[in-house]
T-cell receptor, first 116, second 114 residues
Framework: ETGVTQTPRHLVMGMTNKKSLKCEQH?????MYWYKQSAKKPLELMFV???????ENNSVPSRFSPECPNSSHLFLHLHTLQPEDSALYLC???????????????FGPGTRLTVL | KNQVEQSPQSLIILEGKNCTLQ??????????LRWYKQDTGRGPVSLTI?????NTKSNGRYTATLDADTKQSSLHITASQLSDSASYIC?????????????FGTGTRLTVIP
């Protein structure tokens, strides 16, 4: 688990707050991902960065804003969230293309977000 | 529509018993299938990865099987332990150059009781 770290582990925020989630990977990977995990639903891919460039944005509301300053760090900036945004937010890193055989994605422990 | 369905949704077994979890998918064309274990409050951890040419793969007491013709996979856990209590997630990758998307099942919640 030390390969991908996330902070904070738990976050409670009001709908008018601004907060940021941080992810750091120590695995030398080129790709980083943000996922949302809600109860009884499959993981939802939110954003993908390859070599610091955003390559995918799966119709995520603009109240979620990602930032990837380098290949080891990934942020998710949050503002004016809604209660339905409460979920576990997982960061992952990997060598690159998910469709390639044996390309692994390594997940962080997640941030449990509660929006009041 | 690309989908991954897992069954059962939840399962309770006695410590020491075996169990089998199922995964059916419609993702096509298919590249590989992965099983992840997710402990409560933690991120998913990979157990096995199989390509279409592989029928079975083991990782300790975990054995995954794949039938690419029927688009079915199973994860068999032998001699279960309390530490096996977790969610098990089936993940399928499409064969698509440049793809970053994975298709996730909703998981099976396994509880092992003493």
């Amino acid at each position: 688990e030390t390969g991908v770290t996330q902070t904070p582990r738990h976050l409670v925020m009001g709908m008018t707050n601004k907060k940021s989630l941080k992810c750091e990977q120590h695995l030398g990977h080129n790709a980083m991902y943000w996922y949302k995990q809600s109860a009884k639903k499959p993981l939802e891919l939110m954003f993908v960065y390859n070599f610091k460039e955003q390559t995918e944005n799966n119709s995520v509301p603009s109240r979620f804003s990602p930032e990837c300053p380098n290949s080891s760090h990934l942020f998710l900036h949050l503002h004016t969230l809604q209660p339905e945004d409460s979920a576990l937010y997982l960061c992952a890193s990997g060598p690159g293309l998910a469709g390639e055989p044996y390309n692994e994605q390594f997940f962080g422990p997640g941030t449990r977000l509660t929006v009041l | 529509k690309n989908q991954v369905e897992q069954s059962p949704q939840s399962l309770i077994i006695l410590e020491g018993k075996n169990c089998t979890l199922q995964c059916n998918y419609t993702v096509s064309p298919f590249s590989n299938l992965r099983w992840y274990k997710q402990d409560t409050g933690r991120g998913p951890v990979s157990l096995t990865i199989m390509t279409f040419s592989e029928n079975t793969k083991s990782n300790g007491r975990y054995t995954a099987t794949l039938d690419a013709d029927t688009k079915q996979s199973s994860l068999h856990i032998t001699a279960s332990q309390l530490s096996d209590s977790a969610s098990y997630i089936c993940v399928v990758s499409p064969y698509q150059t440049g793809a970053n998307n994975l298709f996730f099942g909703t998981g099976t919640r396994l509880t092992v009781i003493p």
